[in-house]
């Protein structure tokens, strides 16, 4: 087994990781996905993708955009089934990788995701001088306790009102 380099480098216990190498998928498609995810629960996150997998809900596109058409009611976009796919297998490995450590499944938060342009590699045959696309995705998932929100409470020196006076003013008579 080879030993990975991951762009995170703080993992503590109450996180879990995973990656993908190698992946036959765009890089840009995968640029933009990650950068759509990242940081939403690991529920929202697989809702989002299975969507965009139906065509039901497009991943919005904001830099790799050159020639992209809009969406409905977004603007670019693309329905990148096959980079949402592969992130989504990442994204379950991220969670039984979280379960098997211990954490709850239930609110884990993608609190990195990031993903780099593969090695490159050339297509075989008489067509020569094409690549193949491939691209590596890092996913690390944390789990984050909420603590309940408390009301504040109020001070009763800065709620004293205030009486506002009110002056006129009286414009100067004009003498003829």
Same mark, same amino acid.
């Given at each position: 087994?080879?030993?990975?380099? &991951?762009?995170?480098?703080?993992?503590?216990?109450?996180?879990?990781?995973?990656?993908?190498?190698?992946?036959? =998928?765009?890089?840009?498609?995968?640029?933009?996905?990650?950068? &759509? =995810?990242?940081?939403?629960?690991t529920s929202q996150a697989?809702?989002?993708?299975?969507?965009?997998?139906?065509?039901?809900?497009? =991943?919005?596109?904001?830099?790799?955009?050159?020639?992209?058409?809009?969406? @409905?009611?977004?603007?670019?976009?693309? &329905?990148?089934?096959?980079?949402?796919?592969?992130?989504?297998?990442?994204?379950?490995?991220?969670?039984?990788?979280?379960?098997?450590?211990?954490?709850?499944? %239930?609110?884990? %938060?993608?609190?990195?995701?990031?993903?780099?342009?593969?090695?490159?590699?050339?297509? &075989?045959?008489?067509?020569?001088?094409?690549?193949?696309?491939?691209?590596?995705?890092?996913?690390?998932?944390?789990?984050?306790?909420?603590? @309940?929100?408390?009301?504040?409470?109020?001070?009763?020196?800065?709620?004293?009102?205030?009486?506002?006076?009110?002056?006129?003013?009286?414009? @100067?008579?004009?003498?003829?």
């Amino acid at each position: 087994m080879a030993v990975f380099k &991951y762009a995170f480098q703080n993992v503590k216990e109450n996180m879990a990781i995973a990656s993908g190498r190698n992946l036959n =998928i765009s890089p840009k498609q995968c640029i933009e996905i990650c950068n &759509y =995810i990242r940081g939403r629960k690991t529920s929202q996150a697989k809702m989002i993708l299975e969507d965009a997998m139906a065509l039901r809900r497009a =991943i919005p596109f904001k830099r790799f955009t050159n020639g992209l058409g809009h969406k @409905p009611g977004i603007a670019s976009g693309r &329905y990148a089934v096959n980079a949402c796919t592969e992130i989504l297998k990442i994204i379950k490995a991220a969670e039984a990788n979280a379960k098997n450590k211990g954490l709850s499944g %239930t609110n884990l %938060t993608l609190i990195h995701a990031a993903a780099q342009r593969g090695p490159k590699q050339w297509h &075989y045959g008489r067509q020569k001088r094409s690549e193949f696309k491939n691209c590596h995705v890092e996913i690390v998932v944390a789990e984050i306790k909420e603590t @309940p929100r408390t009301p504040k409470k109020k001070d009763e020196t800065t709620t004293q009102t205030t009486e506002k006076k009110t002056v006129k003013k009286t414009s @100067p008579k004009k003498t003829e």
